[in-house]
């Protein structure tokens, strides 16, 4: 991977583990004893997406931002499966080799699951959730319907169907590297300022090779296939979860995961939780809306 030609817009000191089983790429910003704030993206991002909320938060705040495996500087294991349960393992590794406590989670994507399962794990680790664009089940009993739904008026999700049925989708998702600016607009940002040669690098230099590839194709596929298992807390984890401080943030634009499908997820967790609603903002809303979402999350952080 050649990633030091964008480290100026990504200036955080690289750091590694090996307790997830493979070298699992973090940055760890802000200081050492501050409240920790975790950062977790889905697909097909990396830390990159919280430039901006990082350099907002590093000087108040432990700002923990790690790389899923197979993304960002994170290693792609050949030997590993890339299901929902095999990512939150990892963050359980990595949470407990770090021993990091009164977590405020700040998810996006499916980084909205992986952290949620943590949560259903750990719920005396976590005191705070922010829900970005990043879905918040526990395998409730809707949860099956809403995806379906979703599925049903997501361009990302139809294509990740048919292309899985057509026998298609480790070949497109295998050159990442190359088709990168089209996977991320299917998936939806609005701000087209932002697209230059550092900008596309940071995204497509992680998938040089279809190897390379391993952790967004399975993310993909082990939906078309049925693969990922959402975790479900026991009532006294629920019950905990419940009782924490929470937040949404959801740009309106976003045609992969649509509000109407699951905001309804987070207010049955949180019903008292304010929901903002960006109009506007695209999926990628820390592209989109970087500073407002910043804004957004630090009062959040001062309120509670």
């Known amino acids: 991977m050649h990633l030091d030609a964008f480290l100026g817009m990504y200036p955080y000191t690289a750091r590694f583990t090996n307790a997830p089983g493979f ?28 430039r901006h909320l990082i350099a907002a938060l590093r000087g108040t705040h432990r700002v923990v931002a790690p790389d899923h495996m197979g993304f960002g500087k994170s290693e792609t294991p050949p030997s590993r499966s890339y299901w929902l349960q095999d ?11 770090l021993d990091l406590r009164d977590i405020t989670l700040v998810m996006h994507d499916f980084g909205g699951p992986v952290g949620m399962g ?26 099956g319907e809403r995806l379906t739904a979703n599925a049903a008026v997501s361009p990302w999700f139809q294509w990740i169907v048919r292309a899985e049925s057509e026998g298609r989708l480790e070949a497109v998702l295998g050159e990442l590297g190359f088709n990168i600016l089209s996977t991320l607009k299917l998936n939806g940002f609005e701000d087209h300022r932002l697209i230059n040669d550092v900008w596309l690098q940071a995204y497509g230099a992680r998938f040089a090779t279809p190897a390379d590839c ?27 979860i419940g009782t924490k401080p929470a937040m ?8 992969t995961l649509h509000a109407e499908h699951f905001l309804p997820l987070f207010s049955e967790l949180f ?27 630090a009062t959040f952080l001062a309120q509670t």
Request: charged residues 20%; aromatic residues 10%; hydrophobic residues 45%.
């Open 87 to 97: 990512h939150i393992d990892n963050l359980e590794s990595l949470v407990l080799a």
């Open 118 to 143: 943590l949560a259903s794990r750990y719920p005396d680790r976590v005191r705070r959730i922010v829900s970005v664009n990043g879905p918040t089940p526990f395998g409730q009993a809707t949860l």
């Open 271 to 297: 019903p008292d939780a304010p929901v903002h609603w960006l109009p506007g903002v695209g999926h990628y809303s820390f592209e989109d809306a970087p500073d407002a979402i910043a804004n957004r999350i």
């Open 23 to 50: 070298q699992m790429h973090y940055v760890d910003e802000g200081p050492a004893d501050g409240e920790v704030v975790l950062c977790l993206h889905g697909e097909p991002t990396w830390g990159f997406l919280f």
């Open 248 to 255: 949404a943030i959801w740009g309106m634009a976003d045609r």
């Open 214 to 240: 391993a952790g967004a194709v399975g993310w993909a596929k082990g939906f078309a296939i049925g693969a990922h298992r959402f975790e479900t807390p026991d009532s006294a984890a629920r019950r905990a």
